[in-house]
């Protein structure tokens, strides 16, 4: 069993920050890339930032410079930094990992719960 428990959602004004964190547990070999998503209700859901093992990363054009997306592979963790929020980010936003549970198994992906964003004065 495979569980990815996302954390640090909430109410935050245009300008200020969020940090949001997902830690995955359970049967965990391995772990690939990790990423964020967001989806706002009527539309898809759209990747927010993605973070391979080795540390390389790539965002949405809408968030470049103002997210900045992280991970601690000791704690199988990875973070959202959420500087200069606007009300458009306001979503819920769920963690994804591409991971494998054993050396002999391939990798799937796994979702968290997610967790809503809301930017508003």
């Known amino acids: 069993q495979v569980q990815l428990e996302e954390s640090g959602g909430g109410l935050v004004q245009p300008g200020g920050s969020l940090r949001l964190s997902c830690a995955a547990s359970g049967s965990i070999f391995s772990i690939n890339a990790m990423a964020w998503y967001r989806q706002v209700p009527g539309k898809q859901r759209e990747l927010v930032a993605a973070i391979t093992s080795g540390g390389s990363t790539n965002y949405a054009d809408s968030v470049q410079g103002r997210f900045t997306i992280s991970r601690d592979n000791a704690k199988n963790t990875v973070y959202l930094q959420m500087n200069s929020l606007k009300p458009e980010d306001t979503a819920v936003y769920y963690c994804?990992?591409?991971?494998?549970?054993?050396?002999?198994?391939?990798?799937?992906?796994?979702w968290g719960q997610g967790t809503q964003v809301t930017v508003s004065s």
């Open positions: 994804n990992a591409d991971l494998r549970k054993r050396l002999t198994l391939p990798s799937d992906t796994y």
